[in-house]
Nanobody, 126 residues
Framework: QVQVEESGGRSVQLGGSLRLDCVAS????????VGWFRQAPGQEREFVAG????????YYAESVKARFTISRDNAKNTVYLQMNSLKPEDTAVYYC???????????????????WGQGTLVTVSS
């Protein structure tokens, strides 16, 4: 019933920008916390950014602070990840994850999220 769909992944040059979109359906989006994760080949899935459903508080991995911005539009059931100043180490499959009614914050552990998209590939070349 619940569907999560990411889009926007592309190949970009070092220093470029890209916006990823995540659309969720089949749940009350306005009371759902949303996180972005990424996974590079041979690596563990890692937390990138999150946004709480309470107060729209945002959270970022240290590696993307000041470069990435997460935001949400509840009227469109959509969360965005604006990525600027991209680096080759940002290359990964990016996943959107959703958890309804999380009490506080945006978890960094993948297992704390209930619903996942299929992923969208971002490649940054130098």
């Amino acid at each position: 019933q619940v569907q999560v769909e990411e889009s926007g992944g592309r190949s970009v040059q070092l220093g470029g920008s890209l916006r990823l979109d995540c659309v969720a359906s089949g749940l009350t989006f306005s009371s759902s916390t949303v996180g972005w994760f990424r996974q590079a080949p041979g690596q563990e899935r890692e937390f990138v950014a999150g946004i709480s459903w309470r107060l729209n508080i945002t959270y970022y991995a240290e590696s993307v602070k000041a470069r990435f911005t997460i935001s949400r539009d509840n009227a469109k059931n959509t969360v965005y990840l604006q990525m600027n100043s991209l680096k080759p180490e940002d290359t990964a499959v990016y996943y959107c994850a959703v958890v309804p009614r999380m009490a506080w914050g945006a978890p960094r552990r993948p297992g704390d999220y209930d619903h996942w998209g299929q992923g969208t590939l971002v490649t940054v070349s130098s």
